[in-house]
């Protein structure tokens, strides 16, 4: 499927960090409607920051993000399992009907259509019949099965997932996977932070490679080239992570500072 819809976010020469320190620089871009974007890069490279970034939870630091008429709120966002509190005494049902929440608020009973949605939303996923077992019971796999679930009822529009598939078992990776093209093929717009590259190829048709600065973006044939590989890991190597904010952040032009950094960066790292 192309990426022919209208933009979802506009990225205008964003840096985002942390304390005044920036962790992913200078992203100028376009994610349109319907697209599958995966974000791709060696650890460290900023593809939570990225994710964070966008739902508001890592400070601008420069530049800006256009969210297209569209709030937060309207977004489904699927952090880490690490950071999911597991031993919290929840039953799968009603974890899974707390993706119901922004459209019954925290107090109100699932009427017949939710219930629907959440049998249909566990079907997905291949969890019927684990309704009343509490989440601290699940294995990985099944717990990230769970999440993909209170997505599904979630039902927004824009969803970003970090590492959806990252410590679950090939079955389940492949479970995931098509309940994320089953989403574009609804035509919704799915940005997710993936580790496995083939994974990636087989079925995304765009992708953002990160090294802190935006290596490359666009198709993902021609951004996971091997020359581009090597020089993220390069990059991701070379960024000092004590260095000073960005004396040009919010001022220099929007393009051409990949290169700029990562000379900058090798300099840092060979002082
Ligand atoms: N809360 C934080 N406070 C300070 N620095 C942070 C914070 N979160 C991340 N960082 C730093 O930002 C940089 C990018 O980290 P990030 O987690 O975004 O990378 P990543 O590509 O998602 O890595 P991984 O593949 O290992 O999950 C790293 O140097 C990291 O230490």
């Known amino acids: 499927m192309t990426s022919a819809g209208s933009p979802a976010l506009v990225f ?23 697209d599958l974007l995966a974000v791709v890069g060696p650890n460290g490279a900023g593809k939570s920051t990225f994710l964070n970034g966008i739902v508001g939870q890592v400070a601008t630091l420069g530049g800006r993000l256009d969210l297209c008429g569209r709030t ?13 509190d597991a031993s919290f005494p929840i039953n799968v049902h009603d ?8 459209r019954l608020g925290a107090w109100r009973r699932a009427g017949r259509e939710e219930e629907l949605r959440i049998a249909d939303a566990l079907a997905r ?33 824009l969803i970003l997932l970090d590492e959806p598939c990252a410590a679950v078992d090939t079955r389940t990776s492949e479970d995931l996977l098509a309940v994320m093209t ?6 919704r717009t799915v940005i997710a932070a993936l580790h496995d590259l083939d994974q990636v190829r087989r079925a995304f048709p765009r992708t953002l490679l990160l090294a802190r600065n935006p290596v490359a973006w666009g198709s993902t044939a021609e951004v996971l080239t091997p020359e581009n590989l090597v020089r993220s ?18 001022h220099g032009p929007s393009h051409g500072h990949a290169h700029d950094h990562a000379t900058a960066h090798r300099k840092d790292a060979a002082a």
């Open 72 to 84: 937060v709120r309207d977004f489904a966002y699927l952090p880490q399992r690490a950071e999911i």
């Open 125 to 157: 996923v291949s969890l019927t019949g684990f309704e009343a077992r509490p989440i601290g019971t699940l294995s990985g796999g099944q717990l990230q099965r769970a999440l993909f679930a209170r997505t599904i009822v979630q039902d927004a529009r």
């Open 12 to 34: 205008h020469d964003l840096t985002l960090g942390y304390d005044r320190r920036p962790a992913v620089h200078h992203l100028d871009g376009i994610v349109h409607e319907g």
């Open 182 to 187: 089953g989403w574009h093929r609804e035509r």
């Open 95 to 102: 974890f899974v009907a707390t993706g119901a929440w922004r």
């Open 233 to 250: 890991r390069q990059l991701v190597e070379a960024w000092s992570s004590d260095r000073e904010p960005c004396a040009d952040d919010g």
